[in-house]
Nanobody, 127 residues
Framework: QVQLVESGGGLVQAGGSLRLSCAAS????????MGWFRQAPGKEREFVAA????????SYAESVKGRFTISRDNAKNTVYLQMNSLKPEDTAVYYC????????????????????WGQGTQVTVSS
């Protein structure tokens, strides 16, 4: 059974940085694309970033482009989200997710394209 466990969330002032981690277990991590999503209170879950299984390609939501960086370490079965220049509007619960298709080079931005999800980690940015 696939398990995804996020960590690294917390409270930070605007302009600060956080690094989220997502540790995966249960199936071969290195052959699946990974994504980060977030959900603020009263809002739908939204795409943040995705990375292919090889790590060669990434994509970002316009709202985080230039500030966030997704990366992965297949030897550690872990995907990361480095978040810089944080803004109050980045406040949300952040989730990592594993794509349903192995060896896919398509970077999906819809939640339905992901089979497995972590429990989420809270990120709060104060102004």
């Amino acid at each position: 059974q696939v398990q995804l466990v996020e960590s690294g969330g917390g409270l930070v002032q605007a302009g600060g940085s956080l690094r989220l981690s997502c540790a995966a277990s249960g199936r071969t991590f290195s052959i699946y694309a990974m994504g980060w999503f977030r959900q603020a209170p009263g809002k739908e879950r939204e795409f943040v970033a995705a990375i292919t299984w090889s790590g060669r390609s990434t994509s970002y939501a316009e709202s985080v482009k230039g500030r966030f960086t997704i990366s992965r370490d297949n030897a550690k079965n872990t995907v990361y989200l480095q978040m810089n220049s944080l803004k109050p509007e980045d406040t949300a619960v952040y989730y990592c997710a594993e794509d349903r298709t192995s060896f896919s080079n398509t970077l999906n931005n819809r939640p339905l394209q992901y089979d497995y999800w972590g429990q989420g980690t809270q990120v709060t940015v104060s102004s």
